[in-house]
């Protein structure tokens, strides 16, 4: 009973340096979300996707791409990393029933130097 | 525009002591409303949530939720803090409409001191 699997969980990149996220659920689920989380700030939306092959742009989605290929994956993409980006990144999935809670990985850390 | 709002950073109480993590909100229709913890470097765990119905909810690991609509709160409580309840906990609402975007507060730190 896996739920969300993130990798990898920690991950050191230098500025302008490219990296995917990736993010599998096994629970069927049909929105799949990526945030950032910061001190202070909570966490925001980078990007969403309602169902496979769907993505959209959330709160905070400059400098991220993402693709939903396969109803199971969400891939973030980093394509030239910023020292901005340095954050801890949470990829969160949920049926499509406002009820719904979301369940969420265990993070992947990112730094950028 | 819908948002949450959690008034306090931290909030300390001692062991065995009732525990209250404070929660507004801000929607144009129905609340649908969600507590969340989130332990040292895990991902958010869902606790509870408010649909519609009675106002005290009961959740996991002892948590219940008192909605008031016309304070538009939702405060966590808990009648005896436990040491393993110290986390940081999340205070959401979810849309009704579109993609039914999740709105997060910013998260109050519980410690909880033996």
Known sequence: NAGVTQTPKFRVLKTGQSMTLLCAQDMNHEYMYWYRQDPGMGLRLIHYSVGEGTTAKGEVPDGYNVSRLKKQNFLLGLESAAPSQTSVYFCASSRDRVESPLHFGNGTRLTVT | ?114
Do not use: M
């Open chain 2, 1 to 114: 525009a819908q948002s949450v709002a959690q008034p306090e950073d931290q909030v300390n109480v001692a062991e065995g002591n009732p525990l209250t993590v404070k929660c507004t909100y801000s929607v144009s229709g129905n609340p649908y409303l969600f507590w969340y913890v989130q332990y040292p470097n895990r991902g958010l765990q869902f606790l509870l949530k408010y649909i519609t119905g009675d106002n005290l909810v009961k959740g996991s690991y002892g948590f219940e939720a008192e909605f008031n609509k016309s304070q538009t709160s939702f405060h966590l409580k808990k009648p005896s803090a436990l040491v393993s309840d110290s986390a940081l906990y999340f205070c959401a609402v979810r849309d009704n409409v579109g993609y039914q975007k999740v709105t997060f507060g910013t998260g109050t730190k519980l410690q909880v001191i033996p």
